[in-house]
């Protein structure tokens, strides 16, 4: 993605984060919300044999919903697109591995004062990984299985319905060892917009 989306992306929260602020009234009950960061399949570049280039980064999309139940906990759900991580080899081709699933987690929150709170996740993300072999060296494979999530960041109300936040998570050990892609820990860095009904 470039650089250019990726700022018209991002203009929607910047924008919110304009409005006024009027006192806050908690407000409980149901939620949905998107967001969007910079993921990290961690170690993928290593150990392989003298790529002409590899990129383990890329852009995570995350679309969720969930349910509040106080100031302090809520439970949700959602969908997350991790990107791709890419070793291209000249006169080869490049290979692929991409991931995505569904994730199922508890979150708990410690508010600071009407507009602030920390938070952190712990729960389940259902994985499916693709590997795709444009070098036909290895051949393509997927792979499904499900492993540990959790993470930890800020959240900000800025209106009575609408909030912002900002997140480092983690999932655990995704991909099969045994197959072409082989299994890692990603990274997904990011902001994520919440509107409650």
């Not at 987690?105 to 508010?111: F, V």
């Not at 444009?134 to 051949?139: C, F, L, R, Y």
Request: charged letters at 15%; glycine letters at 16%.
């Amino acid at each position: 993605m470039s650089l250019h989306s990726r700022i018209l992306l991002a203009a929607p929260f910047v924008a919110l984060l304009a409005l006024p602020m009027p006192a806050l009234a908690q407000a409980f009950g149901p939620y949905f919300g998107v967001g969007l960061g910079q993921s990290d399949f961690r170690g993928a570049c290593d150990g392989i044999s003298a790529p002409d280039s590899c990129r383990d980064t890329d852009t995570g999309v995350k679309i969720f919903g969930g349910y509040q139940f106080n100031r302090f906990a809520a439970f949700e759900f959602g969908y997350t697109d991790l990107g791709e991580a890419r070793a291209h080899f000249a006169g080869f081709g490049t290979q692929r591995i991409g991931a995505t699933g569904v994730e199922f987690t508890g979150i708990g929150m410690l508010p600071l004062d009407r507009h602030f709170s920390f938070l952190g996740r712990v729960g389940v993300f259902a994985w499916n990984q693709n590997f795709h072999d444009g070098t036909g060296t290895v051949g393509s494979s997927s792979s499904s299985g499900s492993d540990l999530t959790y993470g930890l960041g800020m959240k900000y109300d800025f209106t009575r319905n609408t909030a912002v936040r900002f997140e480092w998570q983690r999932y655990k050990n995704v991909g099969d060892p045994n197959s072409n892609g082989g299994q890692g820990d990603i990274d997904l860095i990011g902001a994520n917009l919440v509107v409650r009904f």
